[in-house]
């Protein structure tokens, strides 16, 4: 059985219903400590009412006697066996004649305190109705120093029971009702809602590339809504991962067949630009010395793809370099220094030296300055400055003359295929961001804005 699927005894409304059972029926149970104990003391205060009202008939008798048949009705009326009542001068007794001659207990009803009423009520459901009682209470009539009564505890038993079994069944009762609300109301708020996740997350991974449903529970404003919009935006993040990665399998697999006559062309060019090279013309020689150049890094860029096909990053092999030279041969590679249009300005002196490893970060700045070139349309200007700190660490800024950068694409700016230029890859930023990174440097946006663009390239290197 799949690990989602789960008997109805488990799962969480079935669950939430039987605790909420629990639970109220444990309130319930708290609640009757004190409501039988309560019971217990208003049945008693009431058999002492009616036995002090049996003694005031007593004591308007003419010499505080009558007949045996009128005391017997007085006793069962009153619901004790006895009375004792004592007066500042006098002393009014009503069932001497069935006074038992053993008590069983002796309970002080005039000032009990609300652990001494628990425990005696729990002692007469204890013993049954099978004792005889004496009951003290507090007088009505105004002299009187001592009142006290004689019952049989049968009827305070079957009261009690009564009364528990009734309280029991009202507890159940509420207990099912409470616990039905709840179990709606968390049901329709929460069970529903987590289902509605669950099943998302299920569909999910089944089917990972499926459009998700969550979409249309996304207006909550509460946690629950919270949780199903950012799990929707996830999936959506991870569908459309999944997705850019079948479209860069399939790119690398059509990389890889064009690698190889990429390659065999470039051999042809490699061919043709050695021959060019045996030519005394001094221009077709500085021309031919670029084109052998670009080649050979065109051979290199095919190797090194390769590798990057198969996970195989090529660690960089740092050098000493000159910053300005290798700026020079970027600025070559793109046209820039003999373009009259265009001025590339490197501000900086032959002596300001780098580590890192040549091609690699020649496709760093070759790939900014590029952007750099194509934002302004082949007329403008890119400049170049770079310091260094304390440290040995160079920061190198290229500023060119553009629009600037829009503020939606900011957040994007290094990631592969989100590039801001019209039939762009963004692979160019991308792979500048991954040299810079592996060499433990830093690449990032400076400044932007309608006065143009700076990038800034930060590299570690020995101290001053």
Known sequence: MPEHYRPVSSSLRSRLLILTFIFVMIVSGFVYLPSIATFRQEFLEKRLENAQIAAIALEVAENNMISPEYEKRLLDTSGVLSIIMRREDISLLLGIDFIPE???????????????????????LKAKGDRIVRVTGDPMVSGTRLFEVTLDEADLYEALRNYSNNLLILSVIISLFVGILVYLSLHWM??????????????????????????RSSLRSDEIGLVERELARMQDELRASLKQKNRLASLGEAVAKINHDLRNILATAQLASDTLQRIDDPLVKKVSR??????SRAVALCESTMRHGKVEEPEPVPEEMSLRSLLEDVGMSLGLMDNEDFTF??????????????????????????????????????????????DGTTHTYIT?????????????????????????????????????????????????????????????????
């Open 345 to 390: 300005d490197i501000q900086l002196n032959d002596d300001f030296i780098i580590i890192a490893d040549p091609e690699q970060i020649h496709r760093v700045f070759l790939n900014l300055c590029r952007n750099a070139h194509e934002v302004q349309n082949g007329k403008g200007t890119i400049t170049v400055r770079a310091e260094r700190d304390p």
């Open 400 to 464: 060119d003359a553009g629009p600037g950068i829009p503020e939606h694409v900011k957040p994007n700016l290094f990631k592969a295929f989100t590039s801001a230029k019209a039939g762009g890859t963004g692979l160019g930023l991308a792979t500048a961001r991954d040299i810079v990174l592996a060499h433990g440097g830093q690449i990032g946006l400076d400044t932007t804005g309608p006065e143009g663009t700076t990038f800034k390239v930060c590299l570690p290197g020995i101290e001053d």
């Open 102 to 124: 053993r008590v069983d207990a002796e309970f002080d009803m005039r000032q009990p305190s609300l652990g001494e009423l628990i425990r005696d009520a729990f002692g007469a």
């Open 290 to 295: 670029r084109l052998m150049t670009a080649v």
């Open 190 to 215: 929460l069970v529903r809602p987590m289902r509605r996740v669950k099943d998302s997350i299920v569909e999910f991974r089944r089917k990972p590339e499926a459009i998700s449903r969550m979409r």
